[in-house]
């Protein structure tokens, strides 16, 4: 079984930005990497991308995200509950976002 060093250090190249990040919109998405371990019948994808900080200032982020696949179950008439959850959230803010 590999390292928690070595399996970081393995991720480390996906969460490099590129050159010239500061430049482009916040959105810009710059690299998007499938998960493994995604319940049968799910889609995931680690994401990093370009937003900003409260004070305006470039910064780069990264996220997870994790959506039913073609062969999840259908949605319910009024939709999937999205939540937030700050039990469920990992970061640096003071505060999550609205």
């Known amino acids: 079984m590999a390292s928690s060093n070595s399996v970081q250090a ?3 190249p996906f969460y490099e930005p590129p050159t010239g ?3 482009v919109s ?3 998405v710059y690299r998007i990497q499938p998960l493994t ?3 049968s019948g799910g889609r995931d994808r680690r994401i990093l991308y370009r ?4 004070d305006g200032a470039a ?3 990264s996220g997870m995200v994790f959506a039913p696949g073609p062969g999840g179950p259908p949605a319910p ?3 999937r ?3 937030k959850d700050p039990g469920l959230m990992w970061g640096k803010a003071a505060t999550m976002a609205e």
């Open 59 to 61: 910064a780069v982020s």
């Open 81 to 83: 509950m999205v939540t």
């Open 26 to 28: 916040p959105g810009t």
């Open 37 to 39: 371990g995604v319940p």
């Open 51 to 54: 937003t900003q900080r409260a």
């Open 77 to 79: 008439p009024a939709g």
């Open 21 to 23: 990040w500061r430049i």
């Open 10 to 12: 393995s991720l480390a």
